[in-house]
């Protein structure tokens, strides 16, 4: 099986990438570059300092988790392709990924995919959406749900790729393991590990032509970027202090109840 992949730059695209390749024939990498820019939603210094702490935290954090793979581990024939915003839909590089036949195309953390990925390649893309999706749906969908006081709906939703919103048939959910002590960072990173392990099975299982899919009946909650400000980041932290964690691990039984997830089933 050959799979492309796209996805970004951070530390933990990386560690995806490294992961994926050491599991499955990887033969194209594509990283685009992210275009979020958090310190335009603030409105005061004190909105921009709490603001530039959260995502300093996140790189801190990240780099203790995924610092080994600052590195790609590829194989010199394997394509790689690093692109500015907005760019991973251009005919040329489109045309490209097309001209590599792969069996499916992987997705973490790219913009939006546009209708001549998804014609190219229809029915062969297969995303990690993180969040517990269609329950948070859009951007943000991992720090959503611990600014509303529910990290039960915290996780990651491996689908597959439509032109809608994380509207695509879903092939399961991953949540992380939270434990007394987590902070967000903590909580995501699991997220992320627990995701790339999953997206290498769906890759194999796909291959094989045995995955069996979920179609979404609800819609849940849309979050944009333009609804990120320094406030929902000051009642993320509060929530921590105030015992959020302990509180759902208290109840976690009757909490994790209300959710109906999808696990990875194999036809046959």
């Known amino acids: 099986m050959n799979a492309i992949l796209l996805t970004s730059t951070f530390l933990r695209h990386q560690f995806v990438i490294n992961y994926l390749a050491s599991c499955i024939d990887v033969i194209g990498v594509w990283q685009e570059e ?13 909105d921009d300092a709490i603001i530039a702490q959260h995502f300093a935290e996140r790189d801190a954090s990240e780099a203790m988790c995924f610092g080994e793979h600052a ?39 790219t913009g939006i995919l546009r209708e001549s990925i998804i014609k190219s390649f229809g ?22 749900p611990l600014v ?38 903590d909580i995501g990173n699991k997220t992320i590990k627990a995701a790339a392990i999953m997206l290498a099975n769906v890759a194999l299982a796909h291959a094989a032509g045995s995955l069996r899919t979920v179609k979404r009946t609800q819609r849940g909650r849309l979050y944009q970027r333009k609804d990120f400000s320094a406030n929902a980041v000051r009642q993320l932290y509060r929530n921590f202090e105030t015992g959020m964690i302990e509180e759902y691990l208290r109840d976690k039984p009757e ?6 997830l999808v696990s990875l089933e194999r036809c046959g």
């Open 34 to 46: 992210k275009s979020f820019e958090p310190q335009r939603y603030a409105q005061t210094e004190k």
């Open 71 to 109: 590195e790609l581990r590829l194989a010199p024939r394997v394509v790689r392709r690093r692109l500015p915003p907005g760019h991973i839909n251009d005919p040329a590089e489109v045309e490209q990924m097309v001209r590599l036949a792969p069996d499916v195309l992987l997705v973490f953390g």
């Open 123 to 144: 029915g062969k893309i297969i995303n990690i959406h993180l969040g517990l999706s269609p329950y948070y749906r859009g951007s943000g969908t991992n720090f959503w």
């Open 148 to 185: 509303n006081r529910e990290p039960e709906y915290v996780g990651a939703t491996i689908h597959y790729l439509d032109a809608g919103i994380d509207t695509g048939p879903i092939v399961t959910h991953i949540r992380p393991q939270i434990e007394v002590g987590d902070g967000p960072h």
């Open 255 to 260: 909490r994790d109840a209300r959710l109906e």
